[in-house]
Each structure stands twice: as structure tokens, then as C-alpha cells.
Nanobody, 124 residues
Framework: QVQLVESGGGLVQAGGSLRLSCATS????????TGWFRQAPGRPREFVAS????????FYADSVKGRFTISRDDTKNTVNLQMNSLRPEDTAAYSCAQSRSAFPLNGENEYSYWGQGTQVTVSS
């Protein structure tokens, strides 16, 4: 059974940083791209960032570009999201998602497996 488990969420003040990690049990993890999404209460889920299977290509939502960095470690089957200069509007539950394509972008239908999410709260 495929599992994706996020960690690293928490409460931080505006301007602070957090590092999220996603551990996956997906077989042949290194063959597929991975993404992060977030959902705030009362709002639809939105794309945050994705990374190709090689780790060379990345794609970001305009709202996080320049502040967030996605990376992957194939030796540990993990994908990380470094979040800097956090803002109150970044408050949401963050989930990682595993695609079956080499470089997924921002469409939810590009992703086959989803984690349960980790809460990030940014106070002003």
C-alpha cells in the first residue's frame, strides 16, 4: 500500500521559516515527480510546488516563488519543502502528492497518491 507521510508543520511567526518533509513508500520513487499542495479552511486546495523525477526541474505557484524551495532525496525517498519569509496567508494544511509522470505541474489530476497533510500556521 502506498503511503505518503508529511512532517515538519507547526506554528511560526510571520517572516519565519519551516521545512516540511514527505516520506513516501511509493515503489520506484525515483521514476516519478512529486508535488506539494495546500488547503486553507473554506478554500479550495491549491498547488504550491512540484519537482521532476530527476530533481533538475521545479515549478512553483506565483504566490510562493522566491520564498519556497522544493527538493528531493532519492536515497531517503523524501521530498522537502523549505519555506522562508512565511506570511499569514501561507497558513494551511500542506500535503504532498506523488505523480505517475516524470514532471507533473499544477493539475491535481496529474497526481495519483496523496498524504494526509501537516498543518502550518503563520501568526502575524
Amino acid at each position: 500500500q502506498v503511503q505518503l507521510v508529511e512532517s515538519g508543520g507547526g506554528l511560526v511567526q510571520a517572516g519565519g521559516s519551516l521545512r516540511l518533509s514527505c516520506a513516501t513508500s511509493v515503489r520506484a520513487f525515483s521514476l516519478y515527480g512529486t508535488g506539494w499542495f495546500r488547503q486553507a479552511p473554506g478554500r479550495p486546495r491549491e498547488f504550491v510546488a512540484s519537482i521532476s523525477r530527476s530533481g533538475i526541474s521545479t515549478f512553483y505557484a506565483d504566490s510562493v516563488k522566491g520564498r519556497f524551495t522544493i527538493s528531493r532525496d532519492d536515497t531517503k525517498n523524501t521530498v522537502n519543502l523549505q519555506m522562508n519569509s512565511l506570511r499569514p496567508e501561507d497558513t494551511a494544511a500542506y500535503s504532498c502528492a506523488q505523480s505517475r509522470s516524470a514532471f507533473p505541474l499544477n493539475g491535481e489530476n496529474e497526481y495519483s497518491y496523496w498524504g494526509q497533510g501537516t498543518q502550518v500556521t503563520v501568526s502575524s
